[in-house]
């Protein structure tokens, strides 16, 4: 099975709050879009889990895909698979890419391993793996508290947006560790952010003072509409880019990447149903 894993942005990221453990309280919109990685998947019956191919720099024990599996294969021991993963977008932007290769994962080997697992199954195992897994396990738009993992689905609407990684990768941990990161702002509904109320991402002061690249992207993607953060960054969108967005990215840094993209869900429907093959990126 080949299919196409995307990439998520966050609308809009606030920090309302810290439990006790350290982990942060918080309050997103996630939307899927079609920036996509490629997995392969190659069933086996000898119960080993092996990435075959993939990016040189990911451990391919500790890579999400690998992981994804072998935490399946708790329901299935004697199964196995083989695992190409071709890397598109961009590691360190927040994206999401690492999680969406292990919901896929999840969501695919479900099928080809004949296990049935409902989502909500697959979403506990995603979460195993990473907070963001089972908005990609759900497949669709979402609002999510705590530390992520509440989710209420949104209505799908289909929007356009210009998408940047200004060429730089923004490690999460110490994003969320920093001192100076806002960890008060005031809960708001999803009616507030319905009705367009919420549009700040907490961890943009933050990240553009940091690392002056994302400043810099900031600045240059101004010219053609309000621009945000998405996750703890690197990567920056700007909704709804005018039909000049083309030529004015021409004269973007060449160590940028962007790409021009799509809200899309994939939404989970039934077990027995293939994960949609995507357009390739």
């Known amino acids: ?22 982990y942060h309280l918080l309050q997103t919109a996630f939307e899927l879009i079609d920036w996509c990685d490629e997995i392969e998947l190659e ?30 294969r708790r329901f299935a021991p004697a199964r196995g698979c083989r695992i190409r993963l071709r890397k598109s977008i961009p590691q360190g932007a927040g994206l999401g890419g690492g999680s969406g290769n292990a919901a896929m994962v999840l969501r695919a080997l479900n099928r080809l391993w004949d296990l049935k697992l409902p989502a909500q199954a697959l979403a506990d195992i995603g979460l195993e793996l990473g907070a963001d897994v089972p908005i990609f396990v759900r497949g669709v738009p979402a609002w999510a508290e705590g530390v992520g993992e509440r989710l209420t689905p949104l209505p799908f609407v289909a929007r356009r947006y210009l998408v940047v990684f200004p060429g730089i990768a923004t490690p999460t941990a110490p994003m969320f560790a920093h001192a100076d990161l806002p960890r008060a702002t005031a809960a708001i509904a999803i009616a507030d952010y319905q009705a367009g109320t919420a549009t700040q991402n907490d961890f943009e002061s933050l990240a553009c003072r940091l690392y002056p690249a994302i400043a810099e992207a900031r600045g240059f993607l101004e010219q053609i509409g309000p621009a945000r953060l998405t996750g703890s960054g690197s990567a920056l969108f700007v909704e709804n880019p005018p039909p000049t967005v083309e030529a004015v990215m021409t004269g973007a840094p060449l160590n940028w990447r962007w790409k021009i993209c799509n809200s899309l869900q994939i939404p989970f429907d039934s077990v027995n149903k293939q994960p949609p093959e995507l357009p390739a990126p």
């Open 1 to 22: 099975m080949v299919i196409q894993s995307p990439a998520k942005l966050n609308r809009f990221l606030h920090i309302i709050g810290r439990r006790s453990d350290g």
């Open 43 to 72: 069933a086996t019956s000898d119960g080993i889990v092996e990435r075959v191919d993939g990016p040189g720099d990911i451990d391919p024990n500790a890579d999400l895909c690998a992981r994804a599996a072998n935490a399946l």
